[in-house]
């Protein structure tokens, strides 16, 4: 009886403890010592481990700025390989602190699933693969062509909408992962596979012949990729964001890895607010002033590592295209740090 | 017990069993009690927390994807809740299939086993042995992935079927009939043969059993169930046409197309739930006594009225609950259709409707509550019909 | 009566048996009785032996023959005008058989599996001779000794020693003998005790068992995994986060406990009445009863089953895949994709290989089945 009476002694006080631990995703992250990122972990580019098994990609280079700027040490991330499926379950029960796992911004998500979206690193849209042996010259002439998509994601309802609003008819088939699609794909179960524009890139290295395949141009939908964080700590929510933010302002007043102990003692006032050397704007989020400073000292400001994982630097080859600055006649714009 | 109580030494209540089985199930009660609190509590409170929405509300949403497959009428404008009755019928549709063709193939070879022919039942037992030690998940992979992507992957190049039907990498195209104006005849026709088939042997039996004539059910049962149906179509000037299947720009059109994903799902259950029913197929042979054979045989009943008549109506009380239990292992196994992309109540539900609305919790225990439901059903059936058949001794 | 017992024609001595017609003798008489009985028959003989013509050669030249031993890649695989048909691209195995074995293990940690596989062999060798001498010490090596040190040493040692190696870089071959491991592990006293429960006077305690056991025993395990990886965490506080191959672990262990419970209440329902009653009459208290009277009883004649199920648990790991988990089958999907070994053959080649490991594992567990089987027989004939 009495060992009885301390389990259910012992259940209350976790639940207490668990009661009292809501929010503070930063002090959680603090005491553990490392960030618990979700990644994707199969797609070249933006998340996978590499033949070492080190993590590289663009998403996953986001949660090694994030590690800096709060530890000051790029290297304390544990990466979450996470399917589709899961990646929002994981999210939501504290699995990870935060999903960067080219996930799209929608409306739904950041309301019925308890996300909240900090922004977008990447925007992209949703395209078209086909053999170049078909002689297809635009996604119109799909007309009951059998498609490959990935089952639970945007792309396979946008998939549905675009075939539908243009009375066409359509053969879909949908796979767990984007791994069994493509290779259904690559094996001409279907004419067509679907996903993200940077996906169709990445994933087209794992096709036999990628040169027999073509993407086609149509705009299928917009596809925003970006972190999301749980609601409820709004905190943790500024400090992805300006992650973000940080990196992009460095990239726009020319602040580099490689020159950033030089640009510690310009005297442009954006740059001071910046590296910490006015103001405090990072004990503000939580974080040291010095916060930015870390991030583009030990991972890069945003164009370095967009050239370094997807563009021209990366075996993908991406143009800018909209994740350019808005200086440069893209999307990306950070508000200032002031 | 109540006339020794009065002589029952008098001892501690905490040694008194009663008392003890009492103090246990209250314990283990309330310690179940508290860790179903502590995870519902828990459970809302992560919910709310993280502010997901809950409930049965997306049943009646749109659910905006397509499936290849449709046993009913959807499109992406349809309700989630009607992807979920897609699902479940593509479900009970591989595993009725499955349970039909598993039985058949499971029967022969389990009667193949036992057959005085040494290399059948050689064969029969690798078969077996085989196809049980490796994992069902790996042979769908293989018959999907392997096996079906050698067939013709180029639209020309497909196997035309005869009676105008096709066979490639995207599946089997079959003739679709359609049924025009009088085929309506037909179907009450073939309604009235049933129903009189059904009264005619109960009549035979009965007079089976009261005077020993035998009659020739079988011919005459076929005669009255295909029979009037086929008068009536013929009255009406068969009003059946077919949609042939035809190549089209990208695929075969038109008619009825089996995806290869259904087919490999098939292939694989069948022949994986086939080895189990023939061991069980074995053993209930093994369980008729060798006796019964013997006498059958001195009768002078030939090697297959033997098995007929005699064993296997024995064997079948033996068998029949080993083998409900692999038709539910089936219809469970049809859910690795997952693995293959075949669109079952698993991967529409817990796949595809999970990723979209993000209610794990509502829409895995659907899940579970269809498969359970199906497993007690079918446990129910199967009591009712153990007692029907239970040796009852005179 | 004094018959002609000295006549001639009277044999004095057994007339030696003619041999049997050659017809039902020797070696014609074996193929007459058992292959060519009946015209039927004939036929049957015929049709089987075309079938066997028809898949021994091509299975053994696919596998064998044709195969391709060595190679750096596909180049090797691919039929060229001088090697028209290729087999089974082994090659592509050889490339691969340590991502295969070790999934993502860092390479120079690797000795820490080996020696995890070399203490598993141990102990299953020890488990499953029946003869070995101290065989308690062995239960307790098994269950209690093994799990702690394995996970030690394959997860590293908290506060210096082994460097940590997350779940998440295990895959391959280990990942598939621990899910099966820990299976059988957890699942078997858990499995007891269910079954004890099953059977207990108590009603709340039946009641619960049954339940767990017959909603485990109705869903598929799939869905099973799905609870585990996507339900679980919600059920748990959040500060508690179980790592991604411990939920599998969880799923399976729960759901192999069902099947497990079953096997045992079969057991425990041989043991006659007449021992537990014998028992209580001794004064023996329930636990004792049965851990000293009907267990040993039950278990023993249970052996057979319980391995019987470990294969079907064995099989069953392959399942974790599906959640996303990198089991032996999962590395090779993954690596049958990869463009530098994409050949028509390869896909095949490596389903080969998984079926290989496959059937000779469960094929060597149902042996030992039947052996423990025919053993536990002869010792209930003398």
Redesign the interface.
């Known amino acids: ?1 009495a060992r ?1 009476m301390t ?2 002694a012992l ?2 006080v ?2 207490a403890i ?2 009292a631990a ?1 929010a503070q995703t930063l002090n959680t992250i603090k005491t553990r010592g490392v960030l618990n990122c979700g990644a994707n972990g199969t797609l070249a580019g933006f998340g996978a481990p590499d033949a070492q098994g080190r993590w590289t990609g663009l998403d996953v280079d986001f949660c090694r700025a994030i590690a800096a700027a709060i530890f000051n040490d790029a290297n304390k991330v544990k990466f979450v390989p996470l399917s ?2 899961d990646r ?2 994981a999210l ?2 504290g699995e990870v602190d935060v999903l960067v796992r080219n996930t799209t911004w929608t409306s739904s ?1 950041d ?4 996300l909240n979206f900090t922004g977008v690193n990447f925007y992209d849209h949703q395209a078209f693969m086909v053999r170049k042996a ?1 002689q297809v010259k635009s996604a119109l002439e ?5 498609i490959c998509v990935q ?3 945007t792309t ?2 946008n ?3 675009y075939f ?1 609003a243009r009375k066409m008819k ?7 992962s984007a791994d ?1 699609a493509i ?2 794909y690559d ?3 279907c ?1 067509g596979y679907t996903t993200d524009a940077s996906g169709i890139r990445s994933e087209m290295r794992k096709l036999v012949n990628p040169d027999e395949h073509v993407i086609l141009d149509d705009v299928v939908s917009k596809e925003p990729l970006g972190p999301a964080v ?3 700590d709004d905190q943790w929510f500024d400090i992805v964001k300006w992650v973000h933010f940080a990196m992009l302002t460095a990239e726009e007043f020319g602040v580099t890895k490689a020159n950033v102990d030089e640009q510690l003692k310009s005297d442009i006032p954006d740059l001071k607010r910046l590296l910490g050397s006015e103001g405090k704007h990072g004990e503000a989020l939580g974080l040291t002033n010095d916060w930015a400073y870390r991030i583009i000292k030990q991972v890069g400001n945003y164009g370095e590592v967009f050239e370094r994982n997807v563009g021209q630097g990366s075996p993908l080859k991406l143009p800018r295209g909209y994740n350019a600055l808005w200086s440069k006649g893209g999307l990306q714009y950070a508000p200032p740090i002031r | 017990m109540d006339a020794a109580d009065s002589t029952k030494p008098k001892v501690s209540p905490l040694y008194d069993p009663k008392v003890r ?1 009492i ?3 209250v ?6 009690g ?2 179903v609190y ?6 809302i ?3 709310t ?5 809950s409930g049965f509300g997306f049943w009646t949403t749109t659910a ?5 497959q449709t046993l009913i009428e959807y ?3 349809s309700t989630y809740g009607r992807a979920f009755w897609v699902g479940l019928l593509n479900t009970l549709l591989v595993a009725a299939l499955g349970i039909v063709f598993a039985t058949i193939l499971g029967f022969a070879i389990g009667i193949a086993r036992l ?6 039942a050689r ?1 029969a037992g690798v078969y077996v ?2 196809i ?7 042979q769908l ?2 018959w999907y ?2 096996v079906l ?1 050698a067939l013709p ?1 180029q639209l020309q190049e497909s196997f035309i079927i005869p009676g105008g039907g096709f066979l490639n ?2 599946g089997l195209f079959l003739p679709q009939p359609v049924f025009g104006n009088g085929s309506g005849i037909a179907f009450v026709a073939l309604i009235l043969g049933i129903v009189a088939a059904i009264i005619f042997r109960i009549r035979i039996k009965r007079r089976h059993e009261q005077t020993g004539v035998r009659a020739p059910v079988f011919a005459i049962v076929l005669a009255l169930v295909v029979v009037p149906p086929l008068v009536a179509l013929a009255l009406a000037g068969f009003p059946i046409d077919f949609i042939y299947p035809y190549p ?4 075969i ?1 038109g008619g009825i197309e089996i995806l ?2 259904f087919m490999a799902l098939l292939f694989g259950l069948v022949i994986y739930t086939a080895a189990f029913i023939a061991e069980v197929v074995r053993a209930g042979l093994f369980a008729v006594s060798r006796g019964q054979t013997e006498a059958a045989y001195s009768l002078g009943l030939p090697t297959g009225p033997t098995l007929r008549l005699v064993v296997i109506p024995q064997a079948m009380r033996v068998i029949i609950p080993p083998l409900t239990s692999q038709y539910l292992n089936l219809t ?2 049809s ?2 259709a ?2 293959i ?1 075949y ?1 079952d109540l ?2 529409i539900f ?3 409707v ?5 209610q ?2 509502e829409v ?2 659907l ?2 509550a269809v ?2 439901t ?3 059903v079918t446990s129910l059936l199967m009591n009712l019909y153990d007692r029907r058949v239970a040796l009852v001794e005179r | 009566m004094t018959v002609a017992t000295q006549a001639a024609y009277v044999a004095s001595s057994p007339i030696p048996a003619i041999p049997p017609p050659s017809a039902h003798a020797g070696v014609i008489g074996w193929l007459r ?3 060519f ?1 009946s015209p039927f ?1 004939v036929a ?2 015929i049709v ?2 075309l ?2 013509l028809w898949i021994v050669p091509s299975l053994l030249r696919f596998l064998l023959i044709d195969a391709v031993w060595t190679g750096a890649d596909r180049q090797a695989c691919l039929a060229t005008p001088e090697h028209p048909e290729v087999g089974a691209c082994w090659a592509f195995v050889r490339d691969r058989i340590n991502f295969f074995v070790y999934g993502f293990y860092p390479i120079d940690q690797r000795w820490r599996v080996d020696v995890f596989f070399a203490a598993l062999a141990f102990g299953v060798g020890w488990l499953t001779w029946l003869d070995a001498p101290r065989r308690d010490i062995c239960l307790i090596y098994f269950f209690a000794v093994l799990p702690i040190v394995s996970f030690l040493l394959l997860h590293g040692t908290p506060g210096g020693g082994l460097p940590l190696v997350e779940t998440a870089k295990w895959g391959g071959v280990l990942v598939t003998v621990v899910v099966a491991a820990v299976g059988i592990v957890v699942s078997l006293p858990l499995g007891v005790l269910l079954a004890l429960g099953r059977r207990s ?5 039946r009641l ?1 068992s049954v339940i767990f056991i ?2 485990v ?7 099973v995994l ?2 585990a990886s ?2 679980l ?6 500060t508690w986060s179980p790592d991604k191959l411990l939920r599998a672990l969880v799923g399976v262990a729960l759901f192999s406990a069902a099947y497990m419970a079953e096997v045992v209440r079969a057991g425990l329902q041989a043991i006659p009445r007449g021992q537990h009653e014998a028992a209580m009459a001794v004064g023996l208290s329930y636990w004792k009863a049965m851990y000293l009277i009907i267990l040993p009883q039950a278990l023993k004649i249970t052996i057979p089953n319980i391995v019987n199920s470990a ?1 079907g648990l064995f ?2 790991t ?2 974790v ?2 959640v996303g988990i990198f089991d032996l ?1 999962k590395t090779v ?1 993954a690596a ?1 994709g990869d463009p530098q070994w994409a050949t028509p053959v390869t ?2 080649t490596g ?1 080969a290989f ?2 290989i490991f ?2 000779l594992s ?2 060597a567990m ?1 042996r030992y089945a039947r052996y423990v089987e025919a053993r536990l027989a002869q010792g209930d004939r003398r």
């Open positions: 009886m009885v389990r259910i259940a209350a976790l639940s668990a009661s809501t589709s499926k929002f379950t939501q029960t998500r309301t019925t699933l308890g078909l799909l007309n009951d062509a059998a089952q639970g994601t396979e309802l998939l549905a909408d539908r359509l053969k879909t088939v949908t796979f767990a069994e290779k259904a094996s001409k179960r004419d749980r609601q409820g | 089985g103090a246990y199930q314990a283990l009660c309330a310690l179940i508290v860790l502590g995870a519902i509590s828990n459970a409170e992560n919910l927390r993280a502010k997901i929405a905006g994807f397509d499936i290849n499109s992406n404008i057959s005085r022919n040494w290399l059948l064969m042995e085989v049980r030690n490796i994992p069902l998940l790996l992979l293989f992935n392997a992507k992957e990498r995207r089209g720009r990208f695929n059109q290869p994903e469970k196994n859910s690795l997952v693995a992309g669109p698993v991967q817990t796949g595809t999970l990723n979209q609305t993000g794990a919790v895995v225990t899940t579970m498969y359970l199906i497993s007690l | 009785a058992n292959l009985s028959n049957l003989t089987c032996a079938l066997i006077e108590m009603p709340a305690v619960f017959e909603f025993r109705g869903v598929p395990l799939i869905t799905f609870m996507v339900m965490p919600l059920f748990l506080p959040d294969v099989k069953d392959t399942l895949f599906i089958l999907e049958r896909s095949t389903y998984v079926a496959y059937f469960c094929y149902s």
